[in-house]
Every structure is written in C-alpha cells, then in structure tokens.
C-alpha cells in the first residue's frame, strides 16, 4: 500500500507541471513548446532567443528533429502548446511526425514557428507550402539586394539583408517602433494576394531579388522586389497562430549582437533591431498579446433584466457583451470603436455599432424589426492581429397577436370622422324617412 501511495504521489509530481502550464482559455498563452532542431549546437547559438521565451515562463522541451521517439500527442492528447522547427536540413522526422501530423497540430489550435534557410529541404519546403506560403524553388537561391544591403557584408555578395519594411500593426510588433533595420540572410518566399490569412511582416526592399549567388543572371529571377516576403504570419480560422521565415540565423545570438548599418544610410545602430523584432511577433505568435474573448452576453427589452424566449415586432431591446484581451499575465478591457451588431435573418435587418464604456462592455439598444421568422444576433469582429470573435444566438420574432393592435389609430382619425359622419347621416336619413310615413 505505501508503494502505490508513492507511485500516485509521483506520477502527479510529473504530470502536475504539465497540467498548470496547458494552454486553455483562461489562460491562453502557449507554455509547453517543443523545439526540433538540426543540431544541439543550435541551442547555444540561438540561446538568447530561447532564454527570452524561458523568462516569460516558457516551458522548452529540445529535440533533434530525426529522434525516433518524438511525439506531438500521446493517447489522443496533445503533449505541446506550441511547434518551433528549427531544423531547416531534416530530410524526415522521426517518430510519429510528419507533415500531416503538423497540419492536423494546427487544425487543433496550436501554434508554429518554421525558419528555413539555405540548406532547406524538402520537407520543410511542403511544411511551408501547407502554411501558405511558396518558398523559391530554385534550392540554391538566395534573397539579394544590392541597395538595401548591411553595410558590414559590403566585401560580400550582398546577401546579407537589412531590411525595415515592416507591416504597420502595433498589435503584432507592439507599441514601441522598431528604429533599427531587421538583419536577414536566407531564402525569400512568395504569399498569394487571394490568401487573406497570410500576411508578409517583414518584406523585401523593391531592388531585391532571389537568385544563386554564386552564378550568373540567365533569365529573369521569379521572385523580386517588395513580392519577396521575409517572414510572414498565418492567423487561422481557428485562431492558430504561425510565423514563416527563409532565415534561422535571424534568430541567432550573432544577428541580435550585431550592429547595423544600411547601406545609403548615415545612421549606424549598435545592435540589430532582430531581437526586439522576434521577441515582439512571438508574443503576438504564442498570444500573450492580440487574444480577445466575450463573456456575459446578454439581451433583453428596455425596462427589464430577463431575457426572453421571444421576441414581437416592434419591441425596444438591448444588447451587450463583455470583451477582454488578454494581456500575456491578465484580461485588460478591449477598447475599440468598430464593434459591430447584426440582427440577421437571411441578411441584416439591422446594423448597429457597439458603444463602449472602455471598460470592456459594449452595448447598443434597438427596435425589432417589423418582420417575424427566426432572427440571429451576429457580432462578427475580425481586426488585424487580433483573434476573431464569432457570436451567434437565434431568437424568434413573432407577429402581434389578435387582441394587442391598436383599436384606434392617430393617423386614422379623420377617416374615422369620416365614417361617422356617414354612418349619422345615414341614421338621420333612415330616421326621418321613417317618420315621415
């Protein structure tokens, strides 16, 4: 008996950490991450992006990416909140992964950061085709720039990039402006106008270019100019959140050590805006930023509290909702002035936009349309860099009922006038013709 107690005590001692740090939606910022990588090497040349992922409460599990005993899920649960393949030469993972079990770990909500680089395989090509975006076919293509060079690589072929267009959104880059230029060396990849979940976060300058370095120009390169996408992110449907990048050296020690010059520019930064680049996406990409939840929604006719089975044409009622965002550590009120109401039965009757108190409530009041059938209130909020809310309830809309119109209508009165004029002339008339006799 005091063995099993032991056992018992033990195997909660292993499973406790595991079940405090799950990604769930009250706390929804990842905490268990599993990191595949080429090389153990890769942990100390990329450790200061690993340690700021470990200080914000990170749990980081390393793995080589061909280790035959990896698993994303065991007995139908996932093990991981989150995906980091840093292992752009794998040419197959080992164990139970594979492309589809990737695609499926996202199909459940789960996050992923792939970086490719030069030596991209396969592999990893397909892994980033399946996130929607077409990486140079060309395996020996580089992205080149000419013009928007690092000044430190001059001596070089110019594939060192420094790059600062990035994508205007204070909610996936946060507040503060990133004032030196983004240090990249890698592979460029294409994003489908058509594909509105994808978008480029660090683009290429219009005189870039992906070509072979080492060779000469025979026909025009496929890839050029602004087209050529640095990293981008994917928000899915179901709100999954992936970053895609041809460059794993972005995220090593050296390129946040770095200090950068561009080329044409006269200002020289002591460091590479890398670091403070790649720590602001991966609290956007793990959701300690841009994560918006609803709670307490409620409607109900002016003047009373319950609300009802039904509504009648013609009703006054009053809608609300309760909107947070998730702060990394808290839920802080979600401020914004495009909140909007649909009452929706085959296309909106009404379209109202939400009032917000800034503390989170938003609320609108309304007349019920003069139409009955089945009605739905609809708040469908989609913004840039934040989760999308989806809210939906049906409720009915009857007609008026038999006794409950209005036996005298205002408007009617000089018709009603009318007719008793008529109907006493035609008394008066009956009357006198009677009498007459």
Request: proline share 5%; charged share 20%.
């Amino acid at each position: 008996m005091g063995k099993l107690w032991l056992i018992c005590i033990a195997s909660i001692s292993i499973l406790l950490p595991f079940l405090c740090n799950a990604f769930s939606p009250e706390t929804p910022t990842d905490r268990r991450v599993l990191v595949l990588l080429d090389d153990f090497a890769i942990m100390s040349s990329h450790s200061l992006y690993f340690n700021a992922l470990k200080s914000r409460g990170f749990d980081l599990e390393f793995k080589l990416a061909d280790d035959p005993k990896i698993a994303l899920q065991r007995y139908g649960q996932y093990l991981y909140d989150a995906l980091i393949l840093f292992c752009p030469s794998v040419e197959r993972f080992g164990g139970s992964i594979d492309v589809a079990a990737i695609v499926n770990f996202v199909d459940s909500g789960h996050d992923l950061i792939v970086a490719a680089d030069v030596n991209a395989s396969d592999l990893i090509r397909e892994v980033g085709t399946e996130c929607g975006v077409d990486f140079d076919e060309d395996p020996s293509a580089m992205v080149i720039d000419h013009i928007g060079y690092a000044v430190s690589g001059t001596e070089g072929d110019h594939t060192l990039i420094a790059s600062d267009d990035f994508i205007k959104s204070d909610v996936i880059l946060g507040g503060k402006k990133i004032e030196a230029p983004i240090l990249f060396r890698g592979i460029g990849h294409a994003v489908s106008p058509a594909n509105s979940l994808v978008l480029k976060v660090l683009s290429a300058s219009p005189s870039a270019y992906s070509a072979n370095p080492k060779s000469k120009l025979s026909t025009p390169p496929p890839l050029t100019g602004s087209a050529i996408s640095l990293v981008s992110i994917v928000q899915a449907r179901n709100n999954a959140r992936l970053l895609i990048t041809g460059s794993l050296s972005m995220f090593s020690n050296r390129f946040f050590r770095s200090g950068v010059q561009k080329a044409g520019s006269q200002t020289k930064h002591e460091k590479s805006g890398n670091e403070q680049f790649l720590t602001e996406i991966s609290k956007w990409i793990f959701h300690e930023r841009g994560h918006l939840k609803a709670v307490n929604v409620k409607h109900h006719r002016v003047g009373e509290t319950d609300e009802p089975a039904l509504y009648r044409i013609n009703d006054e009622l009053e809608y609300a909702v309760e909107i947070y965002e998730w702060s990394g550590t808290s839920w802080e009120p979600y401020v914004a002035n495009d909140v909007q109401l649909q009452f929706y039965m085959m296309s909106p009757y009404v379209l109202k936009t939400l009032s917000s108190d800034k503390k989170g409530l938003y609320s609108t009041s309304f007349k019920v349309p003069d139409v009955y059938g089945v009605f739905q209130f609809k708040v469908e909020h989609q913004k840039l860099g934040y989760t999308s809310l989806s809210l939906s309830k049906q409720i009915p809309v009857r007609p008026y009922r038999h006794n409950e119109y209005e036996r005298f209508i205002p408007a009617a009165y000089p018709y009603y006038g009318a007719a008793f004029s008529m109907m006493a002339g035609f008394f008066i008339f009956s009357f006198a013709h009677l009498y007459s006799k």
